[in-house]
T-cell receptor, first 113, second 118 residues
Framework: KQEVTQIPAALSVPEGENLVLNCSFT??????LQWFRQDPGKGLTSLLL?????REQTSGRLNASLDKSSGRSTLYIAASQPGDSATYLC????????????FGKGTTLSVSS | GAVVSQHPSWVICKSGTSVKIECRSL??????MFWYRQFPKQSLMLMAT?????????EQGVEKDKFLINHASLTLSTLTVTSAHPEDSSFYIC??????????????FGPGTRLTVL
């Protein structure tokens, strides 16, 4: 059974810092991996989607990497801003059929000004 | 494009009543929709997979008679929490997988519904 773990559970940094969020999964046979942002009491915003054949994806100040063989992904946030404060969720797509995603518990990020 | 809506966004009800939550894909058709539940400080957990025109598939531990799912059209799935109790209070999020046109190997999420049972 696939399990997704995110470390750390919470992170507080001053504005301007570069930071890394970690995600690990137990079964390397995945189709894709996705990073989401969730603001308190809100739904999910998709940030980056990495296919299993890809090593990384970039969008603005965000960069996500994937090492499928080791079961790891990282989300790198450059020059963090207070507006980046949210919970970041990692989710694994197990197959091409588009079955349900398997989520980690998330990392709650707080960026202070 | 690829917008999914949920209604209501929040609901408060008395214990023992039933609550219906709607999930709609606004600009695409979705043969498959998923219902997730998220308790505070916890991950999203899949409750059931809803397929248009057929019975939903429930995850282990989810009572199908308590959480009724109807996927009557390619753009609408409903989740009815029957005889709700305080322990059913949670954040319910749906997602929809496009039937075509858009990427069919991904899914788009609704904004969620906060259910509070008194």
């Amino acid at each position: 059974k696939q399990e997704v773990t995110q470390i750390p559970a919470a992170l507080s940094v001053p504005e301007g810092e570069n930071l890394v969020l970690n995600c690990s999964f137990t079964d390397s046979a995945i189709y894709n991996l996705q990073w989401f942002r969730q603001d308190p009491g809100k739904g999910l915003t998709s940030l980056l989607l990495i296919q299993s054949s890809q090593r990384e994806q970039t969008s603005g100040r965000l960069n996500a990497s994937l090492d499928k063989s080791s079961g790891r992904s990282t989300l790198y946030i450059a020059a963090s801003q207070p507006g980046d404060s949210a919970t970041y969720l990692c989710a694994v797509g197990p197959n091409q059929a588009g079955t349900a995603l398997i989520f980690g518990k998330g990392t709650t990020l707080s960026v202070s000004s | 494009g690829a917008v999914v809506s949920q209604h209501p966004s929040w609901v408060i009800c008395k214990s023992g009543t039933s609550v219906k939550i709607e999930c709609r894909s606004l600009d695409f058709q979705a043969t498959t929709m998923f219902w997730y539940r998220q308790f505070p400080k916890q991950s999203l957990m899949l409750m059931a997979t809803s397929n248009e025109g057929s019975k939903a598939t429930y995850e282990q531990g989810v009572e199908k008679d308590k959480f009724l799912i109807n996927h009557a059209s390619l753009t609408l799935s409903t989740l009815t929490v029957t005889s709700a109790h305080p322990e059913d209070s949670s954040f319910y999020i749906c997602s929809a997988r496009p039937s075509g046109g858009l990427r069919t190997d991904t899914q788009y999420f609704g904004p969620g519904t906060r259910l509070t049972v008194l």
